[in-house]
């Protein structure tokens, strides 16, 4: 379980969050890492990225061909 | 006589080295592209809209790519601009398909986690879209805040405090069982949203 700094008996130092991980502040808990971050994420982090995720490995539609070989076409 | 293939080479009809390898690494970000955009326009064949419109503009805005340089990065620059200039033409308002977003955004049964992707998505709708965009680039695309930072052409800052209220808006919605509805509340609550904030980035304002 967290435990705020208001819950701890004695003084609180940010020195002490240092010691031990499950003494951080909880705004450092809720900071959003880039992917591949060790710290604890949301449950919904992982939908988050499965929704970006799924599209890149959607075939890619018929029409992107087409764009592709029109850019071709067009000698550049 | 004139050699052909000079002629042809004078002409420009002969792609250059330089050329084939920028369409090779644009065509390689097409999927990153089209992923994007989903997130940032919600349906799927306006988002395929979005991307072949960036494509073009890539293509021919192509002697302005640095080579060695990201080209996700750049692409998704001019992808955002061309989603900002059709928002405010107002091209995506009240657009959004709830039976195109739910048949595309069911999770294999395997993955399927007691959070559905299409309750995440709808979330994700609602988010006012300069957050929603931060948190895609930093959340699901993988980019550092810096590097979301230079695709938004803003502060380092404000990319993570977007994000942190992007983060939070969700933890809220989905961990405390605020979801939106399914059907059309939920859409006129996220352009609703959307409009405020455009109105108020439009009349010189900033979003934090």
Request: with cysteine.
């Amino acid at each position: 379980m967290l435990r705020g700094p208001n819950e701890k008996q004695g003084n609180y130092t940010p020195a002490m969050a240092n010691d031990n991980a499950e003494e951080k502040a909880p705004e450092q808990m809720q900071e959003v890492l880039p992917r591949g971050g060790k710290r604890s994420k949301p449950e919904w982090a992982d939908g988050l990225r499965q929704l970006y995720d799924n599209v890149l490995d959607e075939p890619l539609p018929d029409s992107f061909a087409d764009l592709l070989s029109k850019l071709d076409d067009a000698g550049q | 006589m004139t050699d052909p293939a000079a002629l042809k080479a004078f002409r420009g009809e002969r792609p250059n080295r330089e050329t084939t390898s920028f369409k090779r690494e644009m065509t390689a970000v097409i999927p990153h592209l089209r992923a994007f955009a989903r997130g940032l326009c919600g349906r799927p064949d306006l988002a395929d809209d979005l991307v072949q419109e960036t494509l073009l503009k890539a293509w021919a805005a192509q002697e302005r790519f640095e080579p060695g340089t990201s080209m996700r990065a750049w692409t998704f620059v001019i992808l955002r601009n061309a989603y900002l200039t059709d928002m405010r033409r107002n091209r995506f308002r009240g657009e959004y398909d709830e039976t195109v977003a739910e048949r595309t955004l069911t999770a294999p049964a395997d993955q399927e986690g007691p959070l559905h992707l299409s309750d995440m998505h709808r979330a994700l709708m609602t988010l006012p879209p300069e957050r929603r965009e931060a948190l895609l680039l930093v959340g699901a695309g993988g980019f550092s805040y810096e590097e979301a930072a230079d695709i938004c052409g803003c502060a380092v800052g404000t990319i993570k405090s977007r994000v942190g209220r992007a983060r939070a808006t969700l933890s809220r919605m989905i961990e405390n069982g605020e979801m939106p509805r399914r059907g059309k509340g939920a859409e006129t609550a996220a352009h609703a949203s959307i409009m405020r904030d455009l109105d108020h980035v439009s009349t010189g304002g900033t979003l934090k």
